[in-house]
């Protein structure tokens, strides 16, 4: 099975712009979990998303926002950029079944603001 | 809200010994999850072994295992064999349990794993 991709690996954007992340989750996964990892703040719960719902949101202004599809795929949207943006996101999908719901994650997407 | 503690910036271990990672954490609540993952300089997170609160049994995976200690509210974790491959970042993690509950992880800051040959 294959595993959590995500599109772009490498972006490179200037302060002020917007920018649109993607995720494909696990075949079968209905959820899909975003992070934010920096040095400084290390990994940071950004949202949540199940059957097209977010379910659960971490504590980031409003320019960061997310969707999900029928299929499960899920983008996040960081808009008006800053520099204290640049990090890595990480994407995550689990089954989000009663149980022990574990996440697997995906490759990352390193975004650098200049 | 929960945390997650890992007081231990660095560590080293020589190939084929025996390292032991700490982590501790917070809670109020009695019924969590708790994970182990790895994140190599390729920085793809894996998960490496979890354990469910209610088990009293300490989990193994292969040369992984935790030490789960619930009143001291410990999850270490020990590699055996130490192996080139296991060098990495490891992050001990949080997860709420119970239905409605929140499921997002709360990490700590992450144990920087060197393996010398």
């Given at each position: 099975?294959?595993?959590?991709?995500?599109t772009?690996?490498?972006?490179?954007?200037?302060?002020?712009?917007?920018?649109?992340?993607?995720?494909?989750?696990?075949?079968?996964?209905?959820?899909v979990?975003?992070?934010?990892?920096?040095?400084?703040?290390?990994?940071?719960?950004?949202?949540?998303?199940?059957?097209?719902?977010?379910?659960?949101?971490?504590?980031?202004p409003?320019?960061?926002?997310?969707?999900?599809f029928?299929?499960?795929?899920?983008e996040?949207?960081v808009?008006?950029?800053?520099?204290?943006?640049?990090?890595?996101?990480?994407?995550?999908?689990?089954?989000?079944?009663?149980?022990?719901?574990?996440?697997?994650?995906?490759?990352?997407?390193?975004?650098?603001?200049? | 809200?929960?945390?997650?503690?890992?007081?231990?910036?660095?560590?080293?271990?020589?190939?084929?010994?025996?390292?032991?990672?700490?982590?501790?954490?917070d809670?109020?609540?009695?019924?969590?999850?708790?994970?182990?993952?790895?994140?190599?300089?390729?920085?793809?997170?894996?998960?490496?072994?979890?354990q469910?609160?209610y088990?009293?049994?300490?989990?193994?995976?292969?040369?992984?295992?935790?030490n789960?200690?619930?009143?001291a509210?410990?999850?270490?974790?020990k590699?055996?064999?130490?192996?080139?491959?296991?060098a990495?970042?490891?992050?001990?993690?949080?997860?709420?349990?119970?239905?409605?509950?929140?499921?997002?992880?709360?990490?700590g800051?992450?144990?920087?794993?060197?393996v010398?040959?």
């Amino acid at each position: 099975k294959a595993g959590v991709t995500q599109t772009p690996r490498y972006l490179i954007k200037t302060r002020g712009q917007q920018v649109t992340l993607s995720c494909s989750p696990i075949s079968g996964h209905r959820s899909v979990s975003w992070y934010q990892q920096t040095p400084g703040q290390g990994l940071q719960f950004l949202f949540e998303y199940f059957s097209e719902t977010q379910r659960n949101k971490g504590n980031f202004p409003g320019r960061f926002s997310g969707r999900q599809f029928s299929n499960s795929r899920s983008e996040m949207n960081v808009s008006t950029l800053e520099l204290g943006d640049s990090a890595l996101y990480l994407c995550a999908s689990s089954l989000a079944s009663a149980t022990v719901d574990t996440q697997y994650f995906g490759p990352g997407t390193r975004l650098t603001v200049l | 809200a929960q945390t997650v503690t890992q007081s231990q910036p660095e560590m080293s271990v020589q190939e084929a010994e025996t390292v032991t990672l700490s982590c501790t954490y917070d809670t109020s609540e009695s019924d969590y999850y708790l994970f182990w993952y790895k994140q190599p300089p390729s920085r793809q997170m894996i998960l490496v072994i979890r354990q469910e609160a209610y088990k009293q049994q300490n989990a193994t995976e292969n040369r992984f295992s935790v030490n789960f200690q619930k009143a001291a509210k410990s999850f270490s974790l020990k590699i055996s064999d130490s192996q080139l491959g296991d060098a990495a970042m490891y992050f001990c993690a949080y997860r709420s349990a119970g239905s409605g509950s929140a499921r997002q992880l709360t990490f700590g800051s992450g144990t920087q794993l060197t393996v010398l040959p």
